[in-house]
């Protein structure tokens, strides 16, 4: 059985930092393309960033550019969201995902599998 679970949200004053990770079972994430979404309140889920199977090319929502890093670590099989200089508009919870797609869009119908999300909460 497939499952992603995600940890490391919290509350956090803005400008501060969080690490969100993201721990597989039931396969092998080299094998998939890896993702962070997130979802705020009365809005659509939105892309966040992605880390291709062997890590080496990631891509960032504009919004987070600069600030966020996807990283992975295929031995743990665990992938993480390090999250910088955060912003109120930050705020939401954050989903990760998996994809077998080499180099999915950002679309969610793209991706085969999600945890059930953590919640960020950024104050300002």
């Known amino acids: 059985q497939v499952q992603l679970v995600e940890s490391g949200g919290g509350l956090v004053q803005a400008g501060g930092s969080l690490r969100l990770s993201c721990v597989a079972s039931g396969y092998t994430i080299s094998s998939y393309t890896m993702g962070w979404f997130r979802q705020a309140s009365g809005k659509e889920r939105e892309f966040v960033t992605r880390?291709?199977?062997?890590?080496?090319?990631?891509t960032y929502a504009d919004s987070v550019k600069g600030r966020f890093t996807i990283s992975r670590d295929n031995a743990k099989n665990t992938v993480y969201l390090q999250m910088n200089s955060l912003k109120p508009e930050d705020t939401a919870v954050y989903y990760c995902?998996?994809?077998?797609?080499?180099?999915?869009?950002?679309?969610?119908?793209?991706?085969?599998?999600w945890g059930q999300g953590t919640q960020v909460t950024v104050s300002s």
């Open positions: 880390i291709i199977r062997r890590g080496v090319i990631t």
């Open positions: 995902a998996a994809s077998s797609i080499a180099f999915p869009s950002n679309q969610i119908s793209q991706y085969d599998y």
